[in-house]
């Protein structure tokens, strides 16, 4: 069997394309309108109903629920933030606490909800284990695992080799940081799930329907407009595609292969009975699960930007990544190399210049949106959504401020990206950059970051 290439994602692959909602038929008006049918824009309505059940909510998505990152990530329900030290030196250190510990709450409460809506998503509450190899990416991983607990992970927990390799053997792990805050999950059966509970509580959702333009109190599609007191942006990495909004986020590309399921013999050479989710310290860095049919499903950045801002075919990915990603799988678990690889896939996901994600609502113009997750937006986009909901309640005089809208990345402003072709020269030369420090800390074997990679931290604006 040849490997599946794009068909936008095994996720969808394995649990099947939904039946399409109808498009917008015309011109219409509502409270208020979403753009965007992935997770934020899913999670903000179904939280907006809930507590305004009088609102008239309209939805528009391009093509359908869950077409974008939100059916096609790594299924990571984790409590990563995008600019949280950012936010320490612009706002203080309690304030990134705050951001922290909802973030930490953010992965209980997707875990609850999703029980109270009797979703099953495949999650599994296993924690995130991240591996060390080389000396430097031991060095950054206790630095990391330091700088979790002055955040307020106390139970965030350093394991050496032994230990690591008691929960999963990882070939050349030499210590790993562990921490209860994430659960690993099936993208799509969550975005199917959410928006059927959306729609139980009587949002409108159209698909099909791309919107071209947003504007103050206008949403703008070739089948009409949708008029409301408030519009939001849900569109992550597709947001250059908007008009005005080419240089807003960049859409940083990553890439997924999955595994046939593996049988008991490879898992008994693995472990990963706890089958946390699995990252590395590499600069150029991996994700992975273990799937709730027994696959691995292992992501990276593969080719991270295509030039203009342009996204991807249906989720087609390069052969190289492909291969990358295989040759990663094998470098992890020898005894995967005869393992088939039953699909691969690619998508974007919405990368601020500073690297920051954000929730703003502008009260002036009623206009609001969240995003810039930079790959963390199965939980992120969660407490956005949240958030998104206080701040529409506040400013419509139905509550007050809430501690949700007085954490550090509300209203956040950051310039755009540089037109190109700096953009494009630009990112690729930090990702080859990253890459060749990977190389230079894997055979030398220092303590040390390659100054290679810290000096592409500080022109990427990581840092």
Known sequence: MNTVNGGISFWYAQDGTPLPREPLPGDTTADVCIVGGGYTGLWTAYYLKKAVPFLNITLLEAKFCGYGASGRNGGWLYNGIAGRDRYARLHG???AVRLQQAMNDTVDEVIRTTGEENIDADIHHGGVLEIAHTPAQLARLKA?????????????????ARETAERIRVTGAIASTWTPHGARLHPVKLVKGLAAAAEALGVTIHESTPVTEIKPKHAVTPYGTVRAPYILRCTEGFTASLK???????????????????????????GWDGRETLGDMAHAYMYAQRTADNRIAIGGRGIPYRYGSRTDNDGRTQPATVEALRDILVRFFPTTAGARIDHAWSGVLGVPRDWCATVTLDRATGLGWAGGYVGSGVATANLAARTLRDLIQQDSGQSGPTDLTALPWVNHKVRTWEPEPLRWLGVRSLYAAYRKADHQESTTCTPTTSRLATLADKIAGRR
């Open 93 to 95: 250190h309690d304030a």
């Open 144 to 160: 990391f695992h330091s700088v979790e607990i002055a955040f307020g992970e106390k139970d965030r927990v350093l394991f050496g």
């Open 244 to 270: 005005g909004q080419h240089r807003t986020w960049l859409p940083m590309n990553s890439s997924m292969i999955v595994t046939e399921p593996l049988p008991p013999s490879t898992w008994n050479t693995i």
